[in-house]
Protein backbone atom coordinates (compact mmCIF):
# COMPACT_ATOMS: atom_id res chain seq x y z
CA UNK A 1 0.00 0.00 0.00
CA UNK A 2 1.28 3.97 -1.01
CA UNK A 3 0.23 6.96 0.66
CA UNK A 4 0.93 9.91 -1.19
CA UNK A 5 -0.13 13.37 0.66
CA UNK A 6 0.12 16.41 -1.19
CA UNK A 7 0.92 19.88 0.26
CA UNK A 8 1.52 23.57 -0.98
CA UNK A 9 -2.28 24.76 -2.36
CA UNK A 10 -3.44 28.07 -1.49
CA UNK A 11 -4.42 31.60 -2.95
CA UNK A 12 -2.69 33.14 -5.54
CA UNK A 13 -2.73 35.81 -7.78
CA UNK A 14 -2.93 35.73 -11.55
CA UNK A 15 0.59 35.31 -12.77
CA UNK A 16 1.53 34.03 -10.01
CA UNK A 17 3.12 31.03 -8.55
CA UNK A 18 3.05 27.79 -6.36
CA UNK A 19 4.73 24.80 -5.50
CA UNK A 20 3.08 21.41 -4.96
CA UNK A 21 4.49 18.39 -3.40
CA UNK A 22 3.41 15.08 -3.09
CA UNK A 23 5.56 12.64 -0.41
CA UNK A 24 4.78 9.08 -0.90
CA UNK A 25 5.14 6.74 1.86
CA UNK A 26 4.59 2.51 3.02
CA UNK A 27 6.21 -0.26 1.17
CA UNK A 28 7.25 1.12 -2.26
CA UNK A 29 9.86 1.28 -4.57
CA UNK A 30 9.56 4.85 -5.30
CA UNK A 31 11.29 5.17 -8.58
CA UNK A 32 9.44 2.49 -9.86
CA UNK A 33 5.92 4.50 -10.28
CA UNK A 34 5.00 7.09 -13.23
CA UNK A 35 4.17 9.97 -10.66
CA UNK A 36 1.49 12.22 -12.43
CA UNK A 37 -0.86 15.59 -10.99
CA UNK A 38 -4.50 15.83 -12.10
CA UNK A 39 -7.30 18.60 -11.27
CA UNK A 40 -11.01 18.93 -10.62
CA UNK A 41 -12.73 22.30 -11.06
CA UNK A 42 -15.94 22.47 -9.75
CA UNK A 43 -18.66 21.03 -11.50
CA UNK A 44 -15.88 19.38 -14.08
CA UNK A 45 -14.43 16.08 -14.45
CA UNK A 46 -10.84 15.33 -13.17
CA UNK A 47 -8.63 16.13 -15.69
CA UNK A 48 -4.66 15.38 -16.11
CA UNK A 49 -2.39 17.85 -16.20
CA UNK A 50 1.37 16.72 -16.23
CA UNK A 51 3.26 13.42 -15.85
CA UNK A 52 7.05 12.10 -15.29
CA UNK A 53 8.68 8.76 -15.63
CA UNK A 54 10.09 6.76 -12.45
CA UNK A 55 13.86 8.31 -13.60
CA UNK A 56 12.55 11.43 -13.80
CA UNK A 57 13.99 11.38 -17.77
CA UNK A 58 10.69 11.79 -19.32
CA UNK A 59 7.38 13.80 -18.92
CA UNK A 60 4.64 14.68 -20.18
CA UNK A 61 2.11 17.94 -20.04
CA UNK A 62 -1.51 18.50 -20.97
CA UNK A 63 -1.64 21.63 -23.59
CA UNK A 64 -3.57 23.97 -21.62
CA UNK A 65 -0.30 23.90 -19.18
CA UNK A 66 2.74 23.50 -21.02
CA UNK A 67 5.14 25.97 -21.17
CA UNK A 68 3.84 27.16 -17.64
CA UNK A 69 3.60 24.02 -15.43
CA UNK A 70 6.68 21.77 -14.76
CA UNK A 71 6.69 18.23 -12.81
CA UNK A 72 9.87 17.04 -11.19
CA UNK A 73 10.91 14.28 -8.36
CA UNK A 74 13.31 13.22 -6.13
CA UNK A 75 13.43 10.02 -5.77
CA UNK A 76 15.83 10.53 -2.39
CA UNK A 77 13.20 11.83 -1.08
CA UNK A 78 10.38 9.96 -2.35
CA UNK A 79 8.79 13.37 -3.31
CA UNK A 80 7.29 14.99 -7.05
CA UNK A 81 6.57 18.29 -7.27
CA UNK A 82 4.22 20.30 -9.15
CA UNK A 83 5.90 23.89 -10.20
CA UNK A 84 3.76 26.01 -11.52
CA UNK A 85 4.15 29.83 -12.72
CA UNK A 86 2.14 31.99 -14.86
CA UNK A 87 -0.79 31.14 -13.26
CA UNK A 88 -4.60 31.84 -14.44
CA UNK A 89 -7.88 31.85 -12.79
CA UNK A 90 -8.80 29.04 -14.63
CA UNK A 91 -6.12 26.75 -13.10
CA UNK A 92 -8.51 26.71 -10.13
CA UNK A 93 -8.85 23.72 -8.69
CA UNK A 94 -8.50 20.96 -6.72
CA UNK A 95 -4.96 19.38 -7.62
CA UNK A 96 -4.29 15.26 -7.36
CA UNK A 97 -1.29 13.49 -7.12
CA UNK A 98 -1.17 10.09 -8.29
CA UNK A 99 1.02 7.39 -8.92
CA UNK A 100 0.86 4.48 -11.23
CA UNK A 101 3.67 0.99 -10.90
CA UNK A 102 5.75 0.16 -13.59
CA UNK A 103 4.77 1.43 -17.36
CA UNK A 104 4.86 4.28 -19.44
CA UNK A 105 3.92 7.59 -19.17
CA UNK A 106 0.59 7.38 -20.62
CA UNK A 107 -0.55 4.72 -17.79
CA UNK A 108 -0.75 7.62 -15.24
CA UNK A 109 -4.50 7.63 -16.45
CA UNK A 110 -5.43 4.86 -14.66
CA UNK A 111 -3.56 5.12 -11.47
CA UNK A 112 -3.10 2.39 -8.73
CA UNK A 113 -3.04 5.57 -5.65
CA UNK A 114 -4.06 9.06 -4.91
CA UNK A 115 -3.35 11.82 -3.23
CA UNK A 116 -6.37 13.61 -0.92
CA UNK A 117 -5.74 16.33 -2.85
CA UNK A 118 -5.13 20.34 -2.04
CA UNK A 119 -7.28 23.51 -3.18
CA UNK A 120 -5.47 25.61 -5.99
CA UNK A 121 -7.57 28.84 -6.27
CA UNK A 122 -6.12 31.88 -8.50
CA UNK A 123 -7.86 34.60 -7.74
CA UNK A 124 -8.23 37.72 -10.99
Known amino acids: QVQLVESGGGLVQTGGSLRLSCAAS?????????MGWFRQAPGKEREFVVA????????SAADSVKGRFTISRDNAKRTAYLQMNSLKPEDTAVYYC????????????????WGQGTQVTVSS
Open 98 to 113: AAKRGGSLSTINTPDY
Open 26 to 34: GRTFFSTYV
Open 52 to 59: ISGSGALS
